[in-house]
């Protein structure tokens, strides 16, 4: 299983990111994706999911109105549209797989990706 996260980068305060998450090596519409992120020094923390149709979003308090999330079945992939950044967005985003059902705790999810690096200048 694979989970290949790619699109961050460095960016101004208010400007805005597309990351994806391409997946394979598993039944993609078998699984939630979620987002996290971890900045320097602090602990990893959730940011965004999408169950396995596509029908349910779930987003942190810190990004909702700013972050949309959504997913391509078709494609095997997920997607996070980041806008109006801050510089507090600064971390590695990382994508991740579940099954459990449980979508904001880390310990749930099966699968995890590597992790994309978004900074943001203020």
């Known amino acids: 299983v694979q989970l290949q996260a790619s699109g961050g980068g460095l960016v101004q305060a208010g400007g805005s990111l597309r990351l994806s998450c391409a997946a394979s090596g598993l039944t993609f519409s078998g699984y939630d994706i979620g987002w996290f992120r971890q900045a320097p020094g602090k602990e990893r923390e959730f940011v965004a999911a999408?169950?396995?149709?596509?029908?349910?979003?779930y987003y942190a308090d810190s990004v909702k109105g700013r972050f949309t999330i959504s997913r391509d079945n078709s494609k095997n992939t997920v997607y996070l549209q980041m806008n109006s950044l801050k510089p507090e967005d600064t971390a590695v985003y990382y994508c991740?797989?579940?099954?459990?059902?449980?979508?904001?705790?880390?310990?749930?999810?099966?699968?995890w990706g590597q992790g994309t690096q978004v900074t943001v200048s203020s």
């Open positions: 991740a797989a579940n099954v459990d059902g449980r979508l904001r705790l880390g310990a749930f999810y099966d699968y």
């Open positions: 999408i169950t396995r149709s596509g029908g349910s979003t």
